[in-house]
């Protein structure tokens, strides 16, 4: 199953496409968005990628809430399953606990992750660009064995993305 993560995307739709269309170009099935979309076009874009898509809402995105209903967009902490795997996700991490196979996070705009009694904790880092001149983003393959993050980053003014895998072997 593999799974593409994004989060921060603030104002920057462009940014936010053109990392959706590349991580489907690498076979993504699904989008998790950990929040700070902010715009509609930013929810358009993933209703319109093809992918079946979740998000939560961002601390800047309390003029999102009136699109709850059209967009599948929630508040946090969210638990959810996609094919039998469980998930937790947030903006803030403010619920770091290990209570589900996935935790992801966002908001502080750094990439993270780590894999804690069976647990693997992800932030995508940002796809704006605002902290630091990297646009970036992740695409999660989760397999019976294993966790793979390819970890993928790029200057905005580039068109190529870098890519850095990191496994962690899954244990029950």
Not at 64 to 80: C, G, M, V
Not at 165 to 172: A, C, G, N, Q
């Amino acid at each position: 199953m593999k799974i593409a993560v994004l989060s921060d995307s603030h104002r920057e739709s462009t940014l936010t496409k053109e990392a959706i269309d590349m991580l489907k170009s690498k076979g993504a099935k699904y989008i998790i968005h950990a929040g700070d979309l902010e715009i509609r076009e930013n929810l358009e874009i993933l209703k319109n990628s093809g992918l079946i898509n979740i998000s939560v809402f961002g601390n800047n995105d309390y003029n999102l809430y009136q699109y709850q209903n059209e967009f599948n967009i929630h508040k946090e902490p969210y638990y959810f399953k996609i094919k039998g795997e469980t998930f937790k996700l947030m903006h803030l991490p403010f619920y770091l606990a290990p209570d589900t196979s996935v935790v992801i996070s966002g908001h502080t705009h750094i990439f993270e992750h780590s894999y804690l009694n069976g647990t693997l904790f992800l932030n995508p880092g940002e796809i704006c660009a605002r902290e630091k001149p990297l646009s970036e983003c992740v695409l999660l393959t989760i397999e019976d064995d294993k966790y793979t993050i390819e970890y993928n980053k790029r200057d905005p003014k580039k068109q190529t993305w870098d890519t850095e895998t990191i496994e962690y072997e899954r244990t029950k």
